[in-house]
């Protein structure tokens, strides 16, 4: 049986020397820390007895001294007045109790359970965090509904991209698309983050202060170049109205928005929506789910597992029992049209776009349409503008109701944008 270690004794080796200090495991261990000590404290509040502004001026400088985000900080700061002025007194009375009455009148008031945990938070960081007080100790963030993302399918996608208005909208959804990036990544890109030598794209200080790589779409690389050669390296790829500023996220919702309203697209879609329809559709493609996790940004996996469910099936892998019943192989337009319809393309100032005049002939009458336009923004990319929907209403007038709906749906929007697109290649290339 081995002798029990004994360490720091005076014995020695034979040769005189003594024990060296034990290591590792066997290492005496330092006392743990306090950090709720009153000496790490930024107020002392039971003794200081601060008022709520001076409260408010400490918590402040102690988030910016710990490098706390901007937005971050307005939201505490928001939160911290918000249960002070509920409150009614100084910060060093209140208690436990309180805490939780308020949390419960946000609760009764209707609050989500994310307003209730970013509140929760910002008292833990402010009293317990920075001041040592423990008053939310036992508290545990609320929970969170689980519901599954918003994604387009890829023929929405296409409709989306191609009824976007402008040029910088189409180019603007495409790259969230394309790189799955969050919105306000993509508004703060410069020139000088993408690397056309590797075909990547860097995005500095994301999600969680982390840097990551994401690849360069090939579709996009064209008019990228030129953007990127017509510039300098610290120019904004999305430059805002003021100078030098970014596009701001909110404008690029509201520009998501438009182009959800003109493809026809009724799904609760966002900006975000785009990021997790492209990964759902990489996991339909077969992408290695790692893959994905650095693409997005996740820390953990489970984050990007949630697109698993949401991905579709193959029709091989699962059918509807209905289908099987009926014996349906395939799916059955339920649009019927209502005419026929001849383009007519004529030359304008822009050699890179031309006119179109659109006939609609029915059963008992004729409409022309005007003031559509085929452009080619880059070589492939044909868009179509369509004139205010207030321009044809005196000459829809004479429609039925059924001829109206089928010109407003999205899929004779389709239809006219591929018919327009194919006319226009041939007719630009006899």
Not at 11 to 38: K, V
Not at 58 to 78: D, F, H, L, P, Q
Not at 377 to 400: H, M
Not at 413 to 429: E, F, G, K, S
């Amino acid at each position: 049986m081995s002798k029990p270690l004994r360490f720091f004794q005076p014995a020695t080796y034979n040769s005189g020397q003594p024990y060296a200090p034990a290591r590792g495991r066997h290492a005496p261990r330092l006392q743990l820390e306090n950090r709720l000590a009153p000496c790490h404290a930024v107020i002392d509040l039971p003794q200081d007895q601060p008022t709520p502004d001076q409260f408010m001026r400490a918590i402040e400088r102690e988030m910016k001294i710990r490098c706390y985000r901007r937005k971050t900080v307005k939201t505490y700061k928001n939160s911290l007045r918000a249960v002070l002025g509920w409150f009614g007194g100084c910060p060093h009375q209140i208690t436990r109790e309180d805490v939780r009455v308020y949390l419960e009148m946000l609760v009764d008031g209707g609050a989500s359970s994310s307003w209730i945990g970013i509140n929760l938070s910002a008292i833990r960081t402010g009293f317990d965090k920075m001041c040592g007080q423990g008053i939310t100790l036992g508290l545990e963030s609320p929970r969170r509904p689980k519901r599954l993302p918003v994604v387009l399918s890829g023929q929405e996608i296409i409709r989306l991209l191609q009824a976007a208005p402008s040029l910088r909208d189409k180019l603007l959804l495409g790259i969230m698309y394309a790189t799955a990036m969050r919105v306000s990544e993509v508004c703060q890109l410069r020139n000088r983050d993408i690397d056309f030598d590797r075909r990547r794209i860097r995005v500095w200080q994301g999600k969680g202060r982390t840097d990551r790589q994401v690849l360069l779409p090939e579709s996009l690389e064209g008019i990228l170049r030129e953007i990127c050669d017509g510039g300098s390296g610290d120019d904004f790829l999305f430059p805002g109205e003021r100078r030098g500023r970014y596009l701001s996220p909110r404008t690029a919702r509201r520009a998501m928005q438009r182009a959800l309203q003109m493809a026809g697209i009724r799904k609760r879609a966002s900006c975000h929506s785009l990021r997790h329809s492209s990964a759902t559709h990489m996991v339909e493609n077969g992408t290695n789910i790692r893959y994905i996790q650095t693409l997005l940004g996740h820390v953990r996996l489970e984050t990007t597992r949630l697109y698993t469910h949401v991905a579709g099936l193959s029709e091989r892998q699962v059918r509807s029992p209905l289908d099987v019943l009926s014996g349906d192989r395939g799916s059955r337009s339920l649009v019927q049209p209502v005419g026929r319809m001849r383009l007519q393309l004529a030359k304008t100032a822009d050699p890179r776009s031309a006119s179109v005049e659109l006939t609609i002939f029915t059963d008992t009458r004729q409409v022309t349409l005007g003031g559509i336009t085929v452009r080619e923004a880059r070589p492939g990319w044909v868009t179509l503008d369509l004139p205010p929907w207030e321009r044809w209403e005196e000459s829809l007038r004479p429609l039925s109701r059924q001829e109206h709906e089928r010109l407003e749906s999205p899929d004779f929007y389709t239809l006219l944008q591929r018919h327009a697109t194919t006319r226009y290649l041939a007719w630009r290339d006899p």
